[in-house]
Every structure is written in structure tokens, then in C-alpha cells.
């Protein structure tokens, strides 16, 4: 068994099933255990990710929540106990750990059944949880909004229902009737189950008006003729520092696992006079809780919806393929072709943490990257090569679209306000008789419509020019 050394958090007053501090306001003391199954040659890795920066994460996910690490493993295993999960004789010195560094929670950074959890708790005398429970109260810290609390709420309820099993001593069977002829009524389990079940109906009904509001929004937008930019990413990949550079907005971005939950949109201009929409969105997560990807889909519609997807990648971590494999995964559960170049651009992050060889391998490997599939390398810190992700983003939206030129009568107010509405007025300068001549561009469905009316041309050589 590896061994990390004592890490310490700052104290919180974190609320939930995890304690995160004891009576006195000081940090829970948290054991922190990563189980790695070894394989034999020529068989698949159970991860992708190595055990060191899986066991980094898991101490990350711990410190997020401001639990005090006071130990950390990498725990072998030849093969997962129904029982226990870990081995008998790992049980046992896990126990000693805990007893000696006098934890009062333990963090198995893996999915534990209800009988597992049960019968460790047992063992090590301390609270245990794994990776779904804690992901799931970072979470309900995180939450800000009325959608998010509930979003996060809804994860928990889905998930609590699953841990309930006739084996909790506490689910004894309730007596019904009426006397003593009264039949043998519901289980405890039944009514805690038919309690969760009523909740999770009115928060599914609460997040369905959410859910049409949001759609409300995004039709709202699809009016004007501003394309939605979406930013998608590994957690703590730098997405809100990029996006706080993008639109000089003041996003919580810190150094933390989930430091931003609640999806965050602001009218962003660029350089090439095009106008968008940034959306900063939840990060992901390898693992990420089923019951989080099901209750964050409304938040998530927001990328399933946007023109353009950054995804956002710290290059600078030595895991970045397998987070950026993780992040693939959870496109393709939303229904988003991870592979589609034309709608996605790799944004490699954090090149200001690469020493001099590293920044060259970087450049190097984006070079080799041609035509949609070029990277941009940029450093959200320091702004370095923002200016050309900006070029990028402007190219991937004027690609497909229409650009036209018309005259139009200075007195027709309503025809320059409905084109500033509906199309991207490109250039607009008065003529000699006062008329006006306007450069706009469009989606080709939009075109037809602006040439019938106004009588506009379409300007050769310019589809698809930035």
C-alpha cells in the first residue's frame, strides 16, 4: 500500500451527510484511499489514468470540501470482495491508519455498494464514503442557484434511493390496520422510499419549468443573431479563468476541483467584429455520478445547443489524454459528436507551466495538427495566444454563412432595425444621396429572406471568410 504524505486543508462548516469539520469547528479528518486493480499482461487497464494522478485527484475531490487529508494510498488489489471490497488484511491495516491518525471519515475513491459501505464502516469504526457521495456533496456546496440546488438535490435523492437495502437495521417493518388485526403494513424501506420518490417528482416538475425557461432563453437568443460558444472541460482545466479573460467578467476561478457549478453566459465581441455568446459550463470528471449527468442535462443543454464547443485542456497535467478521453465520453452521452472538428476547437491550456522543452513538444504537436483539427495553444493566465482562438472562433462561424450587401432608404428605420435584429451588420456607410449601404452576413437559411426583401446582393468570394 502507497502512502501520500499528511496533507491539511483549511477548516470548513460544510452541511450533509459528509462531515467536514467535528464539534469543535475543526477540519474532519479524512483517510483517503484509492483501490487500484492490478491486471495480468495483455489484459485492458482498469483506467486510463495512472494511479498517482488518480490518487492526486482524490485528495483534490477531499480538499475541495475542506476535509483535512490527514493520509493517503494507493491500495493494490488483485480482485474486488463482494463484502468489503479490499482484501481482509488490507481491511486490517487500513484500521490501524485510521485508529492512528484518529480519522473520522474515510474516502474510497471507487463505487461501494450498500453492503460494502456497511461492513467497512464496521471495520474501521469511521464514517466511509466513496467517489459518487463526495462528487455529489462537492456539489450541493458548490450550488448557488435555485436550479443548481435542486439539480444537486434530485443527484442525491436518485442516489440515496439506491442505498436503500432491507439490510439497514433501522427499516422494521411498520404494523398497519387498525387493533390487533391490523395486517403487516409497509416497511420502513417502503415508506422512506415512497417519501423520496414523492420529492423527486416535484423536483423533476420544479426543474421541467426550469427546463422551459432555459429553452425560452435560448430562442430568445436564436433571434439575434449571436452565436452561442460554449466552454466544455476536464474540472479545474481553466475554463472560468478563460472565460473571465474572454469577457473580462469575474467568474469564480481558483485552483480548486468544481470551483464553478452554475452555467454562466456574457456577450463576448471579437477583434473580427463578430458578436457572441460565452457559456461557461459545469467541468467533468472521469467517473462522473449517472444521477449528476441525468439531473445536470437541462445546465448541459447549453453545449448540446451551441454553435461552437472549446474544449478546454489543462496540457500542463500528465493525465491530460486520459481527461481529455473522459470529457469525450461525457460529449457523446449528451449527444455531441466529440470528434465533429468543424463545431469543436481544442483549446490547449496552461502553457505558461511548461518549461521550455515542454512549450516546444506542445507547439510542435499542434503544428502537426492541420485544418479544423489545429489546436490552439493558449494560456488563459497570461493571456498568451488568446488572439488567435478568437480567429478561430470568428472562422468556424463565418464559414457557412452568407455574406450580403444592400442599399437601403434612410427613412426606413424598421428595415435597419430588423436587420440589425436578424443578421450581423458588417459594415454601414451613408452614400451621397444619403442612402444608406450596409454589409451584413447571415445563415444561409436567413439569406433568401434578406434578398427578397431588401433586394440584397451576395458578395462573391466572401462565404466563409473571417
Avoid at 420518490?197 to 419549468?209: A, D, M, V
Wanted: no cysteine; aromatic share 4%; net charge negative.
Amino acid at each position: 500500500m502507497e502512502s501520500r504524505n499528511s496533507r491539511r486543508s483549511p477548516a470548513g462548516s460544510g452541511e450533509g451527510p459528509v462531515p467536514t469539520d467535528d464539534h469543535n469547528g475543526n477540519a474532519t479528518r479524512v483517510v483517503v484511499l484509492v483501490p487500484h486493480v492490478s491486471r495480468r499482461p495483455g489484459e485492458e487497464g482498469e483506467r486510463r489514468r495512472s494511479p498517482d494522478a488518480r490518487l492526486d485527484e482524490a485528495v483534490g475531490l477531499a480538499g475541495a470540501i475542506d476535509l483535512d487529508v490527514v493520509s493517503a494510498h494507493i491500495v493494490g488489489l488483485s480482485a474486488v470482495r463482494p463484502a468489503t471490497y479490499l482484501g481482509s488484511g488490507k481491511v486490517e491495516e487500513i484500521a490501524e491508519d485510521v485508529k492512528a491518525h484518529e480519522a473520522g471519515l474515510v474516502f474510497v475513491d471507487a463505487p461501494l455498494s450498500p453492503v460494502q459501505q456497511r461492513n467497512l464502516e464496521k471495520a474501521w469504526s469511521a464514517k466511509v464514503i466513496d467517489r459518487t457521495a463526495l462528487i455529489l456533496e462537492i456539489f450541493g456546496q458548490r450550488a448557488r442557484t435555485k436550479e443548481g440546488v435542486l439539480q444537486v438535490e434530485l443527484a442525491h435523492l436518485n442516489y440515496q434511493k439506491s442505498r436503500l437495502v432491507r439490510s439497514w437495521t433501522h427499516l422494521e417493518r411498520q404494523r398497519g390496520g387498525f387493533g390487533f388485526l391490523g395486517g403487516p403494513g409497509e416497511t420502513q424501506i417502503e415508506a422512506d422510499r415512497r417519501v423520496i420518490g414523492e420529492r423527486i417528482y416535484k423536483i423533476e416538475r420544479e426543474l421541467e419549468q426550469v427546463k422551459r425557461t432555459r429553452a425560452l432563453h435560448r430562442a430568445s437568443r436564436k433571434k439575434v443573431p449571436y452565436p452561442v460558444v460554449a466552454l466544455v472541460g476536464y474540472t479545474n482545466a481553466g475554463k472560468s479563468t478563460l472565460f473571465n479573460r474572454l469577457t473580462a467578467a469575474s467568474v469564480m476561478a481558483q485552483d480548486l476541483l468544481f470551483a464553478t457549478l452554475d452555467p454562466t453566459l456574457r456577450s463576448v465581441k471579437l477583434d473580427t467584429g463578430d458578436q457572441i455568446i460565452l457559456s461557461d459550463t459545469v467541468g467533468f470528471i472521469s467517473d462522473l455520478p449517472t444521477q449528476l449527468v441525468a439531473a445536470f442535462r437541462a445546465t448541459l443543454e447549453e453545449v448540446i445547443e451551441a454553435d461552437i464547443i472549446l474544449h478546454v485542456r489543462d496540457v500542463s497535467h500528465e493525465d491530460t489524454q486520459a481527461q481529455a478521453a473522459d470529457v469525450a465520453d461525457v460529449l457523446r452521452g449528451l449527444g455531441v459528436d466529440p470528434e465533429d472538428d468543424q463545431r469543436l476547437i481544442e483549446v490547449w491550456n496552461k502553457i505558461d507551466r511548461l518549461d521550455e522543452d515542454g512549450r516546444t513538444q506542445i507547439f510542435n504537436s499542434a503544428a502537426r495538427l492541420t485544418g479544423d483539427a489545429h489546436p490552439i495553444p493558449v494560456s488563459a493566465l497570461t493571456g498568451e495566444g488568446l488572439d488567435e482562438l478568437k480567429l478561430a472562433i470568428a472562422h468556424r462561424l463565418s464559414r457557412d454563412r452568407v455574406t450580403l450587401t444592400l442599399d437601403l432608404d434612410p427613412a426606413d428605420g424598421e428595415g435597419l432595425s430588423w436587420l440589425y435584429r436578424h443578421s450581423e451588420v458588417l459594415d454601414r456607410r451613408n452614400g451621397e444621396s444619403g442612402t444608406l449601404h450596409l454589409v451584413v452576413r447571415v445563415a444561409p437559411d436567413r439569406a433568401e429572406n434578406i434578398e427578397r426583401r431588401f433586394g440584397a446582393r451576395r458578395i462573391a468570394g466572401r462565404r466563409g471568410a473571417a
